[in-house]
């Protein structure tokens, strides 16, 4: 059924937007009229079935950004209206009605004309690769054919939920540090090319040799006001060049190996990733994706050529009849004790449940990380700008000693 975007005019004269389903224009704009309104522009966002996928990123550019964390509501929502027994179509019907975003309200929508049409749920969503990953579109399937999609849907919307509060957290703790550290440098440059200058002025007519340390931050004054703009271009330049090089297959690799062997950095990557790996494997594993499968979709995402060369090597291995704690045990980018749970999990029979538990731990162990690394960057950053205020009062005060020496 085609999806057809309207402006109309309610009873008091004001201007609203919605998305309607209908046979022709005509049913569209009496189902208006039947809901109270007055239509004033009306236009088809889905003219042709085939024409589905350029329509959603058409929508997808020109309408409003859709969050995952809508993604994970609809998513909870879906497996509730499923759950208590809501046919598919309806249930979809349901989701486009309370959605407010009409970026997504388009998508949902094609999606039900989808599924009208006779598609499983799992084709409608691979329709939007940009919205829906890998991860979801594998774990609907898997609910599909084991006949438990709204359970599936409820584990996806808490692991959407778990990986963004995650998220969240690393994020809020970064915040301070970037805030203190884009705050500092703007008071230090507005002390070199503001504050200095108009201080330094007094030992322009001087015939005295001025202190080294003077010379050099006089100079830096002098640099900054007159070609800030070049050392602007200059960290633009070396920013393009790195992004350059990092997209090349070299650079990508030197970067990941770098990420995992940094001093001060190594455990926390290796942990993060390894919390990663076992909540999104777990996921996939309980929602009935072989496991297999379930590796090379978990090597997508842990963003590192070196791990994702151990587990395409691990499935190498797992079609051989090894298991996958044999294969990534003595691995160094997959820490001991991960290994050891999974080896536990297989020989129980419970490898979903070993996985989450070792993803609870290194989840807390990541965040545990990284608030004692941000409470180690605040007193660095102060001594930072203690040093830096200290070298140009200094700079300053000893031609003025100098001169009062000279002057007794």
């Known amino acids: 059924m085609p999806v057809y975007e309207y402006t109309a005019l309610d009873p008091g004269g004001k201007k609203r937007r919605g998305i309607i389903e209908a046979d022709s224009l005509a049913s569209?704009?009496?189902?208006?009229?039947?809901?109270?309104?007055?239509?004033?522009?009306?236009?088809?966002?889905?003219?042709?079935?085939?024409?589905?996928?350029?329509?959603?990123?058409?929508?997808?550019?020109?309408?409003?950004?859709?969050?995952?964390?809508?993604?994970?509501?609809?998513?909870?929502?879906?497996?509730?209206?499923?759950?208590?027994?809501?046919?598919?179509?309806?249930?979809?019907?349901?989701?486009?009605?309370?959605?407010?975003?009409?970026?997504?309200?388009?998508?949902?929508?094609?999606?039900?004309?989808?599924?009208?049409?006779?598609?499983?749920?799992?084709?409608?969503?691979?329709?939007h690769p940009r919205l829906f990953s890998r991860i979801y579109i594998n774990m609907v399937r898997a609910g599909e054919a084991s006949g438990s999609l709204d359970v599936v849907l409820e584990r996806l919307a808490e692991f959407g939920e778990n990986q963004q509060a995650l998220k969240s957290r690393i994020t809020a703790a970064m915040i301070y540090p970037i805030f203190m550290a884009v705050i500092g440098t703007g008071v230090l440059f507005m002390l070199i090319t503001y504050i200095v200058p108009s201080i330094t002025k007094v030992f322009a007519n001087s015939q005295q040799a001025l202190p080294l340390i003077t010379t050099l931050v006089i100079g830096l004054s002098t640099f900054l006001q007159n070609y800030w703009w070049l050392l602007v271009l200059f960290l633009a330049g070396v920013f393009l060049l790195f992004r350059f090089y990092l997209h090349r297959p070299a650079g990508r690799r030197l970067w990941d190996r770098m990420k995992l062997t940094l001093p001060g950095l190594r455990d926390l990557n290796i942990k993060l990733a390894s919390a990663r790996f076992g909540r999104t494997l777990a996921s996939l594993l309980q929602s009935g994706v072989p496991l297999i499968t379930a590796l090379q979709i978990v090597k997508n995402i842990l963003n590192n050529v070196l791990l994702a060369e151990v587990l395409e090597q691990a499935c190498e291995e797992l079609e051989k009849g090894r298991s996958l704690s044999r294969t990534l045990r003595g691995n160094r980018w997959f820490p001991p004790m991960l290994v050891q749970m999974i080896g536990v999990g297989e020989q129980s029979g419970a490898l979903e449940k070993m996985l989450s538990r070792a993803a609870d731990s290194y989840e807390k162990e990541v965040e545990a990380r990284i608030v004692a690394l941000t409470s180690l960057i605040e007193p660095?950053?102060?001594?930072?700008?203690?040093?830096?205020?200290?070298?140009?009062?200094?700079?300053?005060?000893?031609?003025?000693?100098?001169?009062?020496?000279?002057?007794r």
């Open 28 to 127: 569209a704009r009496q189902k208006i009229r039947q809901g109270g309104g007055y239509p004033v522009d009306i236009s088809e966002t889905l003219p042709r079935t085939r024409d589905r996928k350029k329509g959603a990123l058409l929508s997808a550019r020109l309408g409003p950004r859709v969050r995952q964390q809508e993604i994970h509501l609809i998513t909870r929502q879906l497996a509730t209206l499923l759950e208590a027994g809501i046919p598919l179509v309806q249930a979809l019907n349901g989701l486009m009605e309370q959605t407010g975003n009409r970026t997504l309200k388009t998508i949902i929508a094609q999606i039900k004309d989808s599924v009208n049409e006779g598609n499983t749920l799992t084709a409608a969503l691979s329709e």
């Open 380 to 407: 660095v950053m102060i001594i930072t700008m203690g040093v830096a205020v200290a070298v140009i009062v200094i700079s300053i005060l000893l031609p003025i000693f100098e001169m009062n020496q000279l002057i």
